[in-house]
């Protein structure tokens, strides 16, 4: 197997990972922490973290079953960079807190580090995306 191909299946592997870790913070009904829980309810965009999890799960079935049918590679190039910039967004907008929020400076420092990482991954991309 090409180098090539180990890194199309390690970036399904890695993407699956994410959608569940999605799943179960964002999705599931039954909670697993109070302290989660409230910085759920502060959040300034309310429940887009939400609908913008599902958008991205559903999008990164389609391009894993994309991938694993046609082992197309530079369409896993494409799509799966700008899937990984809305990964961040996605995650960019739960860490929003309100103002009157306790977590309001832990969700400014998270905020600022996925911000950052949108942005390396912009310019790891740059020659893919732009």
Do not use: P
Not at 49 to 70: A, E, P, R
Not at 100 to 107: L, T
């Amino acid at each position: 197997m090409s180098k090539l191909g180990i890194l199309g299946y390690f970036f399904v592997f890695i993407s699956i990972s994410l959608s569940i870790g999605l799943y179960k913070i964002e999705i599931r009904k039954c909670s697993f922490d109070e302290k989660y829980e409230y910085m759920k309810k502060h959040r300034i965009f309310g429940s887009l973290t939400k609908y913008l999890s599902i958008i991205s799960i559903i999008s990164l079935v389609v391009l894993n079953l994309k991938f694993l049918m046609d082992k197309d590679y530079k369409f896993i190039v494409d799509y799966g960079s700008i899937w990984l910039i809305f990964f961040f967004f996605t995650i960019l907008t739960g860490f929003c807190q309100k103002r009157d929020s306790i977590y309001f400076k832990e969700g400014l420092i998270a905020a600022i580090s996925a911000l950052w990482g949108i942005i390396v991954f912009a310019y790891a991309f740059r020659k893919v995306l732009f």
